[in-house]
């Protein structure tokens, strides 16, 4: 017959009390004031938290407490995606060490970066910068810093900008052909190079264009960039803005690339732009959303390094 087993409990009424000492006292005092401090060893070391002996020596601390901090840093850390009932907060979170400015050792706490998905965040590292955030009520306890968080780095502010543009004659044509699906540019007289957008003045010979010619929608990504800012305009984070040779042009333009992962966009990549629904089109070069891939053979390198 297998053997019963039976639950127990182990519990002390009221709470498990014991001394703390002048060591760790001090410590839990200073915590319920909002400070944090260390205790020095007889090497100099910064102990946090406080221990009463140097644990490199077996020796007695020193009698000198320092405040450290308020800020910090995270030495290494484990990501907790699913926190338990008995954990300190109530969706994702850190357990970190931080070594806290002007310690010589390491405190474990939870870390609060604001986060609900269950993959840690980018932004989470070691180095990252970070500082207590205090309980309001306080008893005298580790407890008594809620959690750690990150320092402030960035700000965003809502920004808004509103202004006419007079177009001028060369710009009013190249919007006028965008109105109609074309892309158009101008031929310079000196050089023949096709200048896209027409711009009415040859950047290159400084003499005035006048010569209408219209240019493919199909071009070739000459240089591009990863962005991971969000932008209106983008279909998603990251997305690719990139400088585009297109076909029948001599001068690269700049726009979107979309339809590919942001890592496999390239040099020399075909791509055609992507138009929005004719009902949309209005003058701008808006009406094309983006520029996606062909699917054509890349160009060699040699046949655009020119231009990037």
Same mark, same amino acid.
């Given at each position: 017959?297998?053997?019963?087993?039976?639950?127990?409990?182990?519990?002390?009424?009221?709470?498990?009390?014991?001394?703390?000492?002048? %060591?760790?006292?001090?410590?839990?005092? $200073?915590?319920?004031?909002?400070?944090?401090?260390?205790?020095?060893?007889?090497?100099?070391?910064?102990?946090?938290?406080?221990?009463?002996?140097?644990?490199?020596?077996?020796?007695?601390?020193?009698? $000198?407490?320092?405040?450290?901090?308020?800020?910090?840093?995270?030495?290494?850390?484990?990501?907790?995606?699913?926190?338990?009932?008995?954990?300190?907060?109530?969706?994702?979170?850190?357990?970190?060490?931080?070594? #806290?400015?002007?310690?010589?050792?390491?405190? =474990?706490?939870?870390?609060?970066?604001?986060?609900?998905?269950? $993959?840690? !965040?980018?932004?989470?590292?070691?180095?990252?910068?970070?500082?207590?955030?205090?309980?309001?009520?306080? &008893?005298?306890?580790?407890?008594?810093?809620?959690?750690?968080?990150?320092?402030?780095?960035?700000?965003?502010?809502?920004?808004?900008?509103?202004?006419?543009?007079?177009?001028?004659?060369?710009?009013?044509?190249?919007?006028?052909? #965008?109105?109609?699906?074309?892309?158009?540019?101008?031929?310079?007289?000196?050089?023949?190079? &096709?200048?896209?957008? #027409?711009?009415? =003045?040859?950047? #290159?010979?400084?003499?005035?264009?006048?010569?209408?010619?219209?240019?493919?929608?199909?071009?070739? %990504?000459?240089?591009?960039?990863?962005?991971? /800012?969000?932008?209106?305009?983008?279909?998603?984070?990251?997305?690719?803005?990139?400088?585009?040779?297109?076909?029948?042009?001599?001068?690269?333009?700049?726009?979107?690339?979309?339809?590919?992962?942001?890592?496999?966009?390239?040099?020399?990549?075909? %791509?055609?732009?992507?138009?929005? !629904?004719?009902?949309?089109?209005?003058?701008?070069?808006?009406?094309?959303?983006?520029?996606?891939?062909?699917?054509?053979?890349?160009?060699?390198?040699?046949? /655009?390094?020119?231009?990037?």
């Amino acid at each position: 017959m297998p053997s019963e087993t039976t639950a127990h409990v182990l519990e002390f009424p009221g709470g498990y009390t014991r001394s703390v000492g002048p %060591v760790i006292g001090r410590f839990l005092t $200073e915590l319920r004031s909002g400070r944090v401090v260390g205790v020095r060893t007889a090497a100099g070391r910064v102990l946090v938290p406080p221990t009463e002996y140097d644990p490199d020596t077996g020796d007695a601390v020193t009698d $000198e407490f320092v405040e450290v901090g308020p800020a910090g840093t995270v030495e290494s850390w484990s990501w907790v995606p699913n926190p338990r009932a008995t954990h300190p907060l109530d969706r994702p979170f850190a357990w970190a060490l931080i070594r #806290m400015d002007g310690a010589d050792t390491a405190l =474990l706490h939870a870390l609060d970066l604001g986060e609900e998905g269950p $993959e840690p !965040p980018r932004r989470l590292r070691a180095g990252l910068r970070v500082r207590p955030r205090f309980r309001a009520e306080r &008893v005298g306890s580790v407890r008594d810093i809620e959690c750690f968080e990150p320092e402030v780095t960035m700000y965003v502010a809502p920004t808004r900008l509103e202004y006419r543009l007079h177009p001028g004659r060369a710009l009013d044509r190249f919007l006028e052909g #965008m109105s109609e699906g074309r892309i158009l540019g101008h031929r310079c007289e000196v050089c023949d190079k &096709v200048l896209v957008p #027409m711009k009415g =003045l040859c950047p #290159m010979d400084g003499v005035p264009t006048t010569e209408e010619v219209e240019v493919a929608d199909t071009g070739t %990504v000459t240089t591009f960039a990863v962005n991971n /800012i969000p932008d209106p305009r983008a279909p998603e984070v990251p997305f690719v803005s990139a400088y585009i040779l297109l076909d029948g042009a001599d001068v690269a333009m700049l726009a979107l690339v979309s339809g590919i992962p942001a890592d496999q966009v390239r040099l020399g990549m075909r %791509v055609r732009a992507a138009w929005k !629904p004719r009902e949309e089109w209005g003058r701008s070069i808006g009406n094309i959303r983006w520029f996606e891939p062909t699917g054509e053979p890349d160009v060699p390198f040699d046949a /655009i390094k020119d231009y990037t």
